[in-house]
Each structure stands twice: as structure tokens, then as C-alpha cells.
């Protein structure tokens, strides 16, 4: 017997690995419509605008403070960084605390290219969580977050 996609879905997610599965699609499936949109409308990569994100909510953030937030090799943060200054969206100043750190702004033009990205993003993330109601919806939120900031994440003892 041949599966369709969904079935085959549909059987991933009722393996033993089911969990780690569902999130990996969730994730990989976001990261292919988001990507591919930014890259095309706006020239930059997933870092890039993620790093601007960071820089306009955190103003005076180092790259290796942008890493903790957005997990990604430093040179892919660092070139994120650089790209964003050719364009004129950040700025670099040297640290206070050590002259070889670079804390980091938004330019008045990354403003203005981060508000476009907040409300297409704002509008995709509605796309993508419409299937839940608000309840729901908190209870992702409040597990997904759990996870996130469990050490877990970002580390494993298993996998080492």
C-alpha cells in the first residue's frame, strides 16, 4: 500500500519519536515559509532579521549576547551583524566595559524595515496558530516556554 503525505505524517507522528517529530515539523515547516519570505522581500537571512529583533529590543547588545537568544554559530551572527551595518539598519559602538566588544543599535532605517517584518510576522503567526483556540494557544505558550528556557534545549548529555 502507498501512503499519501498526510498519511505518512500521520504515522511519523504516532512513532515512539512523536514528540520531537511534531516539533521539528512545526519549526522546520515555519522556517521554510518564513525564510524563503524574508529572503525574498527583504534580502537576509533568518539571522539577520532575528538579530535585528534582538538589537531593537535589547539596544546596546553584543553579538555574543544576540547568540544565547537566537542559537547560531557566532561567525553566522557575526555576518548577520556585518550585513545589517552595510545596509545601514545597525550601527557598532565600542563597549564601555572592553574596547573590543561592539554593543550594537538600530538605525532609525532598521526601525523602519523591523516594523514591516513585525507585521508580516505578526500576521504569519496568526496564520499558524489559527487552528488552536485562546486557551490552547496559552497552553502552548506556557509549555513551549517551559521548554525553552529548560537546559535541555540548547545542551544534552546524551548527545554529546
Partial sequence: MVLNSKEKLDQIFSLELKHLMAVSYVVLCNNMVTDRYIEKNF??????????FAIETFPGIKAKEIR??????????????????????????????????KMIFITSAGEDVLAEIRQ??????????APLNKQE????????????????????????
Fill in 43 to 52: 534580502g537576509m537571512p533568518v539571522q539577520a532579521w532575528s538579530s535585528l
Fill in 68 to 101: 544565547k537568544l537566537f542559537p547560531r554559530p557566532q561567525n553566522t551572527i557575526s555576518r548577520a551583524i556585518s550585513l545589517l551595518e552595510a545596509r545601514g539598519l545597525v550601527r557598532q559602538e565600542a563597549s564601555r566595559e572592553d574596547g573590543r566588544e
Fill in 120 to 129: 508580516v510576522s505578526f500576521d504569519r503567526q496568526s496564520e499558524i496558530f
Fill in 137 to 160: 494557544l496559552e497552553t502552548y505558550f506556557r509549555l513551549t516556554t517551559k521548554i525553552a528556557k529548560g537546559r535541555a534545549l540548547t545542551t544534552s548529555d546524551i548527545m554529546i
